[in-house]
């Protein structure tokens, strides 16, 4: 089920009362809002639930098991079979397919036929995020920074419909405390709820759903038919609407969780105002940074074994986060490409000396040359873009509405916070009567914009 | 071990400046904001279940949808507000007859068989002089995507202009989102091209009106003469009175039972629909290609190699199905046609 749908304008009233009305009773409240989790999730299709009640059981299994022995071989056993399983579930759906592909390529070269079936197999939404999240609660019950949750507890952190999809990935320790006890009716940030969901539908709806019809679609699509100008603007373009798209997500997917009486984790923080890689991922899909740091960077050793170590492990930290984002050379190619750029920044240090502006409009124009990559749909589609830069011509896709949609995107990430600050603190406390009108307005102006095809997907639900 | 220190932001909504309200404001907001918008567009709702699959969530969606429907025509709100935001719409405005002036086709009529009717190969007549292709239009549903850039990126580098124009989720069947009748006399007063490529047929399968005004289901004889009429429709709009000529794909046998029996039928509807335009419109079939003996497989083998060719849902064709379409189709271009 998609935020910016009927469906979902009728389910979530509902659950919204609903869980208000239980929440002062968790033995009810929390089957209520798991029933209700499973039914958002099996909109996109039921058989999905098994998956997503398999990943639930097997790693609370782990959690139990971890809390009953102090043995650490047998602790970090029952932590491997577990994210075994988890990233096992994942192979299979995600990159099943990917890696006999290219296994059947290869041995088709030396004369042998396939060595595994060739099938296509369903990818089941949001299993990149919550095997994620399923992983780090099993790794922080083995670090002891937490207890093992309940099964029911579990499972509302792992089905919580507002993160389900498409994150924020949301910690265990950052979610299940506020669990422990129920919500306190009488002090809900209802302006902020209201307001980042009213900010996500304009941001999905109107500027990146235009965006990619108007110019990012047509130009990726056959790139031989556009010249630099457009080439150019379609690269910028996509900035703006992957931004908008997935930020647009994460403040629908913050906002709705405001309103059930929940605080999930910040994912975005004006990314495009970085000025360096590293900056860049402390602003970009900031709960998958701080997954991949705690949970598979440091790990590996992070910074504490030298230069030479310290670039291995950001290697193979880039191209996994690459890979995580989808089974395609594209994506492992982009990982590769941000690890370089954080090896490169790393081995620089502090001995080159350029101005911030200069810093952020190199960092810019490397991240954006990056999402090139990131949205070709194969490695030949990016050479052809890329090579049609080189090719002179006059614009054909420049028009005032598409320059003011990624100006806007850009420009306000580049604004002084403080400004807008106080803008949104004025708007999150009018009266919530207020809001809720707002909304419908918002609502009723981004659903005119919309062609009867529809809104598209989130772009971050094939993760 | 002690917890690190995360930088997840989780107390930013704990600023002592920031207003708090009860949960019952929260739940208030919520349906005032649902009410304003029943007001003002309840049509939407009922529109929206009509086009979803059937099952539970469509009941659902449909039973709010027919009160709201019903609030929203008697107050004069929806109108005043649907006027005023037209200009956001990006689609294009159709008109014209749609399919209801076609639907029934059993007239009793004798139609008279035209030479158009024969393809000059199977008679054994002298080849077509080849036309230059200046203008290809590339249309459908889901299913003409990733085609449709698959030939844009072949052609145009040849200096042939190239109209993608894939609707997805509409269906000949159904005309909810788009009235394929209309939408095809606008396309061709467009762009007149003098070559089109259709390829739609993944969303069909609704309920059609017979000329007697009942509801026909899929996927009877009745039902299938009725969705022939439509193609022919169309496909005597697109030919543009041969001036051009049309490319129709059938269906690639779908995974899903249930879908592969409408596949079924709607190609057998698009060979009957094209009939009397053999020489202008060709249909090339699909299933011997990629589903022979009309059985579903995930991969073939292409130039050697095995290749998987169709989607995860068992319907689509994915990139390399779509390349391997898209040389089939060049090559049935080249046949009438230079650039």
Redesign the interface.
């Known amino acids: 089920m998609l935020f910016p749908t009927i469906q979902f304008a009728i389910f979530f009233p509902l659950v919204l009362a609903g869980s208000w009305l239980l929440m002062p009773h968790p033995r009810a409240w929390k089957p209520f809002i798991t029933a209700a989790s499973y039914v958002f999730y099996g909109a996109a299709g039921w058989t999905f639930c098994i998956l997503l009640a398999g990943v639930t059981l097997w790693n609370q299994l782990a959690a139990v098991a971890l809390a009953r022995t102090e043995n650490e071989r047998r602790r970090s056993l029952i932590v491997a079979t577990a994210i075994v399983l988890d990233l096992g579930a994942l192979a299979v759906f995600k990159y099943y397919s990917f890696f006999v592909q290219q296994w059947a390529s290869v041995f088709a070269h030396v004369g042998l036929g396939a060595p595994l079936p060739l099938l296509t197999i369903a990818l089941p939404v949001g299993i990149s995020f919550y095997t994620f999240q399923a992983i780090s609660y099993v790794i922080d019950v083995k670090r002891r920074h937490i207890a093992p949750a309940s099964l029911i507890d579990f499972a509302v952190y792992l089905s919580f419909f507002p993160h389900l999809v498409a994150g924020p990935i949301v910690r265990s320790r950052e979610f299940l405390p506020q669990l422990a006890k129920p919500r306190d009716p009488r002090h809900v940030a209802v302006g902020s709820g209201l307001s980042l969901i009213a900010l996500g539908i304009i941001k999905k709806v109107v500027i990146s759903d235009f965006l990619a019809a108007k110019l990012v679609d047509p130009v990726f699509a056959v790139p031989q038919a556009y010249k630099a100008p457009d080439i150019l603007l379609a690269a910028y373009g996509y900035a703006a609407q992957i931004y908008c798209d997935f930020s647009g997500y994460t403040d629908m997917a913050i906002g709705l969780a405001l309103l059930l009486g929940f605080v999930l984790p910040q994912n975005f923080r004006s990314p495009y105002r970085a000025t360096g890689f590293r900056d860049f991922w402390r602003r970009w899909h900031m709960s998958l940074s701080r997954f991949i740091r705690d949970d598979l960077f440091i790990p590996l050793g992070g910074s504490r074994g030298g230069a030479l170590l310290t670039y291995r492990n950001l290697m193979i930290t880039m191209v996994l986060v690459g890979l995580w984002h989808g089974a395609a050379w594209t994506f492992v190619l982009w990982g590769t490409y941000h690890g370089i750029g954080l090896v490169a920044e790393h081995a620089i240090g502090g001995r080159l000396k350029l101005p911030g502006w200069l810093r952020w409009l190199v960092t810019f124009h490397l991240v954006v040359f990056g999402w090139i990559l990131f949205r070709a749909t194969s490695l030949q589609n990016f050479w052809e873009f890329v090579s049609r830069l080189g090719v002179p011509g006059v614009p054909t896709l420049w028009s005032a509405t598409v320059l003011a949609a990624i100006a806007v995107t850009i420009g306000f990430q580049l604004l002084p916070a403080l400004p807008l600050q106080r803008l949104q603190f004025r708007i999150e406390r009018l009266h919530p009567a207020v809001l809720g009108a707002g909304l419908a307005v918002v609502i009723a102006l981004a659903g005119a914009t919309v062609s009867s095809q529809g809104v598209p997907p989130f772009i971050y639900f094939r993760f | 071990?002690p917890?690190?220190r995360?930088?997840?932001?989780?107390e930013?909504?704990d600023?002592p400046?920031?207003?708090?309200?009860?949960?019952?404001?929260?739940?208030?907001?919520?349906?005032?904001?649902?009410l304003?918008?029943i007001l003002?567009?309840g049509h939407?709702?009922l529109k929206?279940?009509e086009?979803?699959n059937p099952g539970p969530?469509r009941t659902?969606?449909e039973a709010?949808g027919r009160p709201t429907s019903l609030i929203a025509e008697s107050i004069p709100l929806a109108g005043v507000?649907h006027d005023a935001?037209?200009f956001?719409?990006?689609?294009v405005a159709l008109s014209g007859p749609g399919f209801d002036a076609a639907a029934g086709g059993a007239t009793g009529e004798v139609g008279e068989v035209t030479p158009a009717a024969f393809n000059p190969a199977t008679i054994g007549g002298p080849p077509q002089a080849k036309r230059r292709l200046g203008e290809l239009l590339v249309t459908g549903d889901s299913m003409s995507e990733?085609l449709?850039?698959d030939l844009?990126?072949d052609l145009?580098?040849k200096g042939v202009r190239?109209v993608?124009d894939p609707?997805?989720?509409?269906g000949i069947s159904t005309t909810f989102?788009?009235n394929w009748a209309q939408l095809s006399a606008a396309q061709v007063r467009a762009d007149h091209p003098n070559a089109v490529v259709i390829f739609i047929g993944a969303n069909d399968g609704f309920p059609m009106n017979a000329p007697d005004g009942r509801s026909v289901s899929c996927c009877s004889a009745q039902w299938a003469a009725i969705y022939a009429n439509r193609v022919r429709q169309m496909a005597n709009t697109y030919r543009q009175g041969g001036a051009a000529h049309v490319y129709w794909l059938t269906l690639p046998t779908p995974r899903d039972p249930a879908r592969a029996r409408i596949s079924r039928v709607v190609n057998a509807a698009i060979a009957v629909g094209v009939a009397p335009w053999a020489a202008q419109v060709s249909v090339i079939n699909t299933v011997p290609i990629f589903t022979p003996g009309g059985v579903y497989r995930?991969?073939m083998t292409i130039d050697?190699?095995?290749?998987?060719v169709?989607?995860?849902?068992?319907i689509h064709l994915?990139?390399a199905g779509s390349e391997l379409l898209a040389q089939v189709v060049l090559a049935a271009i080249r046949h009438n046609f230079k650039y």
Not at chain 2, 21 to 34: C, Y
Not at chain 2, 310 to 314: E, L, N, Y
């Open positions: 071990m917890a690190p995360d930088d997840n932001l989780m930013r909504f600023e400046a920031l207003r708090r309200f009860g949960a019952r404001h929260a739940i208030a907001a919520v349906f005032l904001a649902a304003i918008l003002i567009d939407s709702v929206a279940g086009e979803m969530g659902i969606v709010v507000v935001t037209a956001l719409n990006p689609d990733p449709d850039s844009a990126g145009i580098p190239v993608q609707h997805i989720g509409t989102i788009v995930d991969a050697g190699v095995p290749t998987i169709r989607q995860s849902d068992g994915n990139d």
